[in-house]
């Protein structure tokens, strides 16, 4: 491709210089058979002369047909150029095209990094520097910035009225009226408010005492193993479980010892709050890998990944999720030896996901379309007013909203036609003229994930979004910018264990504190059953 800006290649090439020194040499012969020509007509009957004047006329007539001919050739040649020319301004005018966006790509990156506000993709900004903009701004300045707060008359929602009271305090009536009077009789009505608290934090040490016993046979003393070894004392599960539930929610080891020792009265330091969190992830194990072979069963599931180092390097913590569990697996690698190694070789279910081509080894999936739609919405912030933009946005929403309509329909010959409509309307998102760019990619795309894009409809359970994936993975985001992940793959993996506990416990309704309890005192043997699915 031309690049523009170089200079064009010089005419006329060789072989044309070459025609035209022909063309002047056969003219100039002409001319010069002409004038001999011109005075062999004067001379009165001669047959020399005449028939030497008939030579001459044939080799003028034989130089014209040659003027003819070469005329014809260069005729020939400046069309294949001109040709020639019409494809080069072509390829140059695609290339101009897509300098102009990068141009337009690298002003929205500018105006990004600058923190000047930009308008959304729904917005008319047709006439960007037109007077209707300057008179748009003017509008905002007079009416100036939107208040604050609920709109006027709005009843805001306030906690509900507590069932079980503790403590009435009773407050005596104003000391003065409005009136200047102190003269206030009490009556028997009042009005009520509540107070929620907490007592206040107290430590409670419980003290242990191991009997000893001696044997009558020989006469040995007895003590219990537990008394015997270990530090003489330990932390109970209360306050162990408090604090593993504080650092799945992103709380850090120096946090919690720091509110171990100054609120609570119990002294801790950073390690003893890992040792003692690593001691609960232990008992919970056993659940854990419950979960993995029950996961490697479902019928419906959400996948995704978000970084994770560990020691500074590069790693990744992946997501399997639905409606009734969570399952996170931490691994170095960013490959789809991961996934079948999560999932197993015999997965059959269907995964709903982005278009990350690690997914591309499951048999079935389901593509997230907001995905699609968040690219659609920044190609258009970029390309504002384009209209094959919006028209092909508004397309891809129209086949979503159709395609929940059709989903939400019982089987039958009605649904199996709605779904072919569907599969129609698809195919136009192939075929419809785009931009050219990113939404050609993105058009690219829907034709090689055709079949990933549509099985949301005849799949009730598919969503065609992974929302709730990204949902699961976020607080492991916002827990990363604190942590910066975790110093040893063991770390790593109790993270993954206590995430996977505690997010499958509140997808099921079950109180995270309660279980791990029962883990905690039990040594992981005495658990509820979070894998089996609930009874008909």
Request: aromatic residues 6%.
């Amino acid at each position: 491709m031309s690049i523009v800006g170089a200079p064009m290649p010089e005419y006329p090439s060789a072989e044309v210089a070459a025609m035209r020194r022909e063309a002047e040499r056969l003219q100039r012969q002409a001319e010069a058979d002409l004038r001999v020509l011109g005075k062999l007509e004067c001379i009165p009957n001669s047959d020399s002369a005449s028939q030497t004047a008939e030579q001459l006329r044939q080799r003028y007539q034989l130089a014209l047909n040659q003027r003819c001919d070469l005329l014809e050739t260069l005729l020939q040649s400046a069309e294949q150029r001109c040709f020639k020319l019409h494809d080069e301004n072509h390829l140059l005018q695609e290339a101009c095209e897509g300098l102009r966006y990068k141009l337009k790509c690298a002003h929205y990156e500018l105006k990004k990094a600058l923190g000047i506000k930009l308008p959304t993709a729904d917005e008319n900004t047709d006439e960007v520097d037109g007077e209707d903009t300057t008179q748009v701004c003017q509008e905002k300045e007079i009416k100036g910035p939107r208040k604050r707060g609920a709109p006027k008359g709005h009843r805001g929602h306030t906690r509900p009225i507590p069932t079980r009271i503790d403590f009435i305090e009773t407050i005596p009536p104003p000391v003065k009226c409005d009136c200047g009077s102190h003269e206030i009789a009490p009556l028997d009505t009042y009005d009520s408010k509540y107070i929620e608290d907490i007592p206040a934090v107290s430590k409670i040490v419980t003290e242990r005492k191991y009997q000893r016993g001696r044997c009558d046979h020989c006469g040995k003393v007895l003590r219990h193993a537990e008394a015997v070894h270990g530090p003489p004392v330990i932390i109970g599960p209360n306050l162990a479980v408090h604090l593993t539930l504080m650092n799945q929610m992103g709380t850090t080891f120096r946090k919690l010892s720091a509110f171990s020792t100054r609120v609570l009265g119990i002294e801790l330091s950073p390690s003893g709050v890992l040792g003692l969190i690593n001691r609960v992830g232990s008992t919970l194990k056993g659940s854990y890998a419950n979960l993995h072979e029950t996961l490697q069963k479902q019928n419906v599931l959400n996948g995704d990944e978000t970084g994770w180092k560990v020691m500074g390097v590069s790693g990744y913590i992946w997501c399997f999720c639905n409606k009734r569990m969570a399952f996170f697996h931490h691994d170095q690698r960013r490959a789809a030896t991961v996934i079948g190694k999560i999932l197993g070789p015999d997965f059959v279910g269907t995964v709903v996901c982005d278009f990350y081509a690690a997914y591309n080894c499951l048999k079935k999936t389901q593509r997230c379309l907001v995905h699609l739609l968040r690219d659609i919405k920044k190609e258009r912030e970029v390309l504002r007013g384009s209209k094959l933009l919006e028209e092909f946005d508004a397309k891809v929403k129209e086949f979503i909203e159709k395609g929940l309509q059709v989903q939400a329909m019982d089987d039958g010959p009605e649904k199996l036609l709605e779904t072919r409509k569907m599969e129609k309307h698809l195919d136009g998102l192939m075929t419809m003229p785009v931009t050219k760019g990113t939404a050609t990619t993105l058009q690219k795309r829907i034709v090689k994930y055709r079949d990933d894009l549509i099985r949301f409809v005849t799949h009730p359970d598919v969503e065609f979004h992974n929302n709730r994936a990204e949902r699961q993975l976020r607080p492991l985001v916002i827990g990363r910018k604190v942590s910066f992940g975790s110093q040893t793959q063991g770390g790593a993996l109790r993270h993954c264990v206590i995430h996977s506990i505690v997010e499958t416990c509140k997808l099921q309704n079950k109180d995270p504190f309660e279980f791990i309890h029962r883990a905690y005192n039990s040594g992981g043997l005495d658990v509820p059953d979070i894998c089996s699915p609930p009874a008909a």
